[in-house]
């Protein structure tokens, strides 16, 4: 139980191109749903927190503009991130928390973007 | 301030030794959760242990357990007969006030 899934695993683009990557809670319904960043031989960095159905909640220093994140339903959260650029290439992360229970985290395998 | 202070950059141990990963934390909350997560190569996190921090007896999960000291504000890890699949980043966490707070992370490695 509570698998994660992200779409696509990883993905090229093109400089200034949008990309959208998709986040599943499989087997749970997830109130909240997070997106983190993960550079090389680092932790995570917390993006942002999207609850169902509100707008999701940027930490100090993302740009909102640039990293759209839309929490359409108890299962699906998606990440946009618009006019990519070459510093934008990372691994993202996605993870979900069954309602009621935002303590636990479960991830998606993440997404690898380069910008090129 | 909430911080997650992981030591040990790196650690290598034979396999099925026994292995210690710390980590130490600070929190003002009285009410928190602490986790061991690993990720492999694949880069998927995976849950290792939870241990709600009201609860004085140490979780254990199969050959994984925990020595959660709350006076000294520390969690450890513990690994017993490891495994060459056990090869993965550690990271520590501290769930508390909502935020989930990371350690850097311990880069384990199982040598056969």
């Known amino acids: 139980g509570a698998v994660v899934s992200q779409h696509p695993s990883w993905v090229i683009c093109k400089s200034g191109t949008s990309v959208k990557i998709e986040c599943r809670s499989l087997d749970f319904q997830a109130t909240t749903m997070f997106w983190y960043r993960q550079f090389p031989k680092q932790s995570l960095m917390l993006m942002a927190t999207s609850n169902e159905g509100s707008k999701a909640t940027y930490e100090q220093g993302v740009e909102k503009d640039k990293f759209l994140i839309n929490h359409a339903s108890l299962t699906l959260s998606t990440l946009t991130v618009t006019s990519a650029h070459p510093e934008d290439s990372s691994f993202y992360i996605c993870s979900a928390s069954p309602g009621g229970n935002q303590e636990t985290q479960y991830f998606g395998p993440g997404t690898r973007l380069l910008v090129l | 301030a909430q911080t997650v202070t992981q030591s040990q950059p790196e650690m290598s141990v034979q396999e099925a030794e026994t292995v210690t990963l710390s980590c130490t934390y600070d929190?003002?909350?009285?009410?928190?959760?602490l986790f061991w997560y690993k990720q492999p190569p694949s880069r998927q996190m995976i849950l290792v242990i939870r241990q709600e921090a009201y609860k004085q007896q140490n979780a254990t999960e199969n050959r994984f357990s925990v020595n959660f000291q709350k006076a000294a504000k520390s969690f450890s890890l513990k690994i017993s007969d490891s495994q060459l699949g056990d090869t993965a980043m550690y990271f520590c966490?501290?769930?508390?006030?909502?935020?989930?707070?990371w350690g850097a992370g311990t880069k384990l490695i199982i040598k056969p």
């Open positions: 929190t003002s909350e009285s009410n928190y959760y």
């Open positions: 966490a501290l769930y508390s006030n909502y935020q989930l707070i």
